[in-house]
């Protein structure tokens, strides 16, 4: 058995449920162990076997905090994994916050099911509770970007930051003598808040995010439409409301918007309210790790929350919906799939004088993707809202890059890799960055799909050392 072989447990022809798996002589190693989110056969497979199991996996290499990469930790150490999980710092708290706020929504969604009978399942269980994510915390090994970190005899890694959040990082692994990247979620080169994703030159084989394989953010100044898009809705006495991800988009968000007061290109009064506890608390780790992650430094990303109403206090929300007065609301979930920004979207649904401007990827099933095929009315809670408030996309303000970006990236490899993997993307897109690459830059291709055993290399000529033997 001296083979290399990758395995896509999530997020193989889809963009959630990030969870690669690499199978080596020496170790098993797990990229990302995150939830499946979106459609309702999607979540279904966040209940069914993994197909490997936990305590087979030797250790987690996490690239970023997001859900979709992160939110089944707490799942995998209650079925018995027990290895170490690296990441970097921030990516460590930024973690934990969305892992005890995750375990926290789906107590609180099966309490609610099992309350109103909006369920099928009787009675109605969380995938993991508040304990679970706790315990799962102990395994949470940090790592700084930059710096090799030895695994076993013949495999080491290092994490390059990759711009999408704080803290992302792609993940160079070099495992038997062959190099291996795994691009993460790859962020954009102009991003207001973070620096760019730091480029690779060499590899044999790349794991790659195909989300926007099919299309570019435009040109467009997203800062220009973003005023424009404030303006007109304040001019029709309506609110504008931001569904976004807590972590990430929020204080990108937040740094915007508070760029367009001083520039005087939105009205200085216009009242910003942030209301999610966790962007609170992920804007506080950002304002810690700024110095050493960030474009802007800790003074300036300070001074721009001064500006801001952050709100962690449920029963204010109340207070915000019924104040008429026009308002720019960011609150989470991004895809409105759940949170805080559903109870605004029950308000705000049914008023043609509202916004809803939608600025990341909404995943196919997701009350977000349904507003941007406009839909005419989506259901909140067991009840249907008919859509009237206007809904519009800022793609400019995406956190992932686009095709033009995904191909820029490889082009920095100075040598064709011997092979391209991609993953964390729906079928169309993959398609479409499958062809574009093969085409322009001659390098084969394979679309992962899910639980496929795929071989990359043989090692025949290394001494292979037990797995549990090289780890102490
Ligand atoms: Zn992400």
Redesign the pocket.
């Known amino acids: 058995m001296n083979e290399i072989i990758l395995q896509s447990l999530g997020a193989a022809q889809t963009v959630t449920g990030s969870k690669h798996l690499l199978k080596t002589p020496e170790l098993t190693i797990l990229v990302d162990c995150g939830l499946f989110q979106g459609v309702k056969s999607l979540r279904e497979q966040n209940w069914t076997a993994l197909g490997i199991e936990a305590w087979e996996i030797d250790l987690i290499i996490l690239?970023?905090a997001?859900l979709?990469?992160c939110g089944y930790i707490p799942l995998l150490v209650r079925q018995g994994f027990k290895g170490e999980i690296y990441m970097t710092a921030p990516t460590s708290e930024l973690t934990q916050l969305i892992l005890l706020d995750s375990a926290k929504i789906q107590q609180e969604d099966a309490e609610n099911a099992n309350k109103h009978h909006y369920t099928k399942h009787h009675p109605a269980k969380p995938l993991y509770t508040v304990e679970d994510a706790k315990a799962s915390f102990r395994f949470f090994t940090v790592r700084d970007p930059n710096i090799f970190v030895r695994l076993s005899d013949h495999i080491h890694f290092q994490f390059k930051t990759c711009g999408?959040?704080l803290g992302?990082c792609s993940v160079e692994l070099n495992c038997f003598g062959k190099k291996i990247i795994f691009s993460?979620?790859i962020g954009r080169p102009q991003s207001a808040i973070l620096n760019p994703p730091d480029y690779f030159t060499e590899a044999d084989y790349i794991v790659m995010e195909s989300t926007y394989g099919d299309r570019l953010h435009g040109t467009n100044d997203p800062c220009q439409e973003l005023a424009a898009i404030i303006n007109d809705t304040i001019a029709r006495k309506g609110n504008v409301l931001i569904p976004s991800?807590a972590v990430?988009r929020a204080q990108e968000l937040i740094y915007l918007l508070n760029s367009l007061k001083k520039q005087g290109k939105i009205p200085l009064n216009l009242p910003i309210i942030m209301d999610s506890p966790m962007a609170a608390a992920a804007t506080g780790i950002s304002l810690t790790y700024a110095e050493d992650y960030m474009k802007i430094g800790r003074a300036e990303f300070q001074q721009m929350n001064n500006h801001i109403t952050i709100n962690q206090d449920y029963s204010n929300t109340v207070g915000f919906i019924k104040d008429k007065s026009s308002k720019i609301v960011i609150a989470a979930s991004g895809m409105l799939t759940g949170g805080r920004v559903l109870q605004y979207l029950e308000h705000y649904l049914e008023d043609n004088r509202n916004t809803i401007l939608i600025i990341g990827f909404q995943a196919e099933g997701t009350r977000g993707r349904a507003l941007l095929n406009h839909t005419h009315e989506v259901k909140i809670h067991g009840k249907y809202y008919p859509v009237k408030a206007r809904v519009q996309e800022l793609e400019g303000l995406s956190?992932?890059a686009d095709q033009s970006e995904l191909m820029a990236w490889i082009r920095k490899f100075k040598k064709a890799p011997a092979q391209i993997m991609l993953v964390h993307g729906e079928p169309c897109a993959q398609e479409a960055l499958r062809v574009k690459i093969q085409t322009e830059l001659s390098i084969p291709v394979k679309v992962m799909t899910p639980n496929e055993d795929v071989l990359l290399f043989s090692c025949d000529h290394f001494v292979v050392t037990a797995a549990h033997d090289s780890k102490n």
Do not use: E, L, Q, S
Request: glycine share 14%.
């Open positions: 690239t970023h997001h979709d990469h999408h959040i992302a993460g979620d991800f990430g956190a992932h």
